[in-house]
């Protein structure tokens, strides 16, 4: 089991901008859980050559987002690790213009990789065990919810992920998979408000 530690707070431009491509959130994602790879390995998980995917690992080092690990066998091949365990962006609700730009493009970022995962599933649905298929969903829930009562939830849905989070439990069950749970909780437009 893993000791808990409080994610790294991003609030620098460069980071965020470093962090905007989804192949690079998928390689932060992968080497943060405390693994190491080269390249190649990175490659086959985001679909990339392994020339682009090193490309985007220099990007992400020159940022200070991944770092060079301990090298393997013959030290040919460059070993890359997360330079850090977990992250937010943490930035304010008014930020400075630069820092603005820089979420919104990490954010649209994220919302392809999390958008693609989905396309990917039901582009594949036919080769999915009908036990697997049977349980995925996709739903949404218009709550009536006051902004204390929205945090409140928020918590209390992390409260029941954590015990499933990818190194928390010290054995798997048999049949395990990795899966993919997006938590999107944001406020309408008011109703009274006018376009």
């Known amino acids: 089991m ?48 392994p020339s682009a995917t090193s490309y985007h690992l220099r990007a992400l080092a020159k940022a200070g987002l991944v770092r060079e690990a301990p090298g393997r066998g013959d030290g040919r091949e460059r070993v890359w690790t997360s330079a850090f365990s977990d992250y937010v962006i943490a930035a304010d609700q008014a930020p400075e213009p630069e820092v603005r730009a820089a979420e919104d493009k990490f954010m649209e970022a994220y919302l392809l990789l999390h958008d693609e995962r989905v396309r990917q599933f039901m582009a594949h649905r036919e080769d999915e065990a009908p036990e697997w298929y049977a349980v995925a969903g996709f739903s949404e829930s218009v709550l009536e919810l006051t902004a204390q009562e929205l945090g409140e939830l928020y918590e209390r849905l992390q409260e029941l992920l954590r015990p499933y989070r990818e190194g928390e439990r010290e054995k798997l069950p048999e049949g395990s998979r990795q899966v993919s749970v997006t938590i999107r909780a944001f406020p309408l437009p008011r109703r009274d408000m006018k376009n």
């Not at 390689?27 to 190649?40: K, Q, W, Y």
């Open 2 to 49: 893993t000791t808990a530690q409080s994610p790294v707070q991003l609030r620098d431009p460069a980071m965020m901008r470093a962090l905007a491509h989804p192949a690079r959130l998928a390689i932060v994602r992968e080497l943060s859980r405390g693994r190491s790879a080269t390249a190649t390995e990175c490659a086959r998980i985001v679909g990339l050559s």
